[in-house]
Nanobody, 111 residues
Framework: QAQAVESGGGLVQPGGSLRLSCTAPGSIFSSYVTGWYRQAPGVQRELIAHITSNGSPNYADSVKGRFTISLDNAKNTMYLQMNGLKPEDTAVYYC?????WGRGTQVTVSS
């Protein structure tokens, strides 16, 4: 039941920034895409940023131009830099990394 570990969530004002990080306890097989997901109340979990098989970043239209996914191989950590946050970005954010899901971290954007 091991999980990835996330950090960096919190409460920010519209237009603010947060950086989420994710580390995994190991590496297991998973059919899920490596990247960042979010889930707001009443909606399905949504993939918002991921690394393609070619190693290039890809983003959902809702976050394109504002969010940046990156990997630090030396630290074995995945990041999500979130800029220009909007109230509609409010959700629980999950990472999927090395086959593990994070437990989720709350991001709330409110004035």
């Amino acid at each position: 039941q091991a999980q990835a570990v996330e950090s960096g969530g919190g409460l920010v004002q519209p237009g603010g920034s947060l950086r989420l990080s994710c580390t995994a306890p190991g590496s297991i097989f998973s059919s899920y895409v490596t990247g960042w997901y979010r889930q707001a109340p009443g909606v399905q979990r949504e993939l918002i940023a991921h690394i393609t098989s070619n190693g290039s970043p890809n983003y959902a239209d809702s976050v394109k131009g504002r969010f940046t996914i990156s990997l630090d191989n030396a630290k074995n950590t995945m990041y999500l830099q979130m800029n220009g946050l909007k109230p509609e970005d409010t959700a629980v954010y999950y990472c999927h990394y090395h086959g593990y899901w994070g437990r989720g971290t709350q991001v709330t954007v409110s004035s």
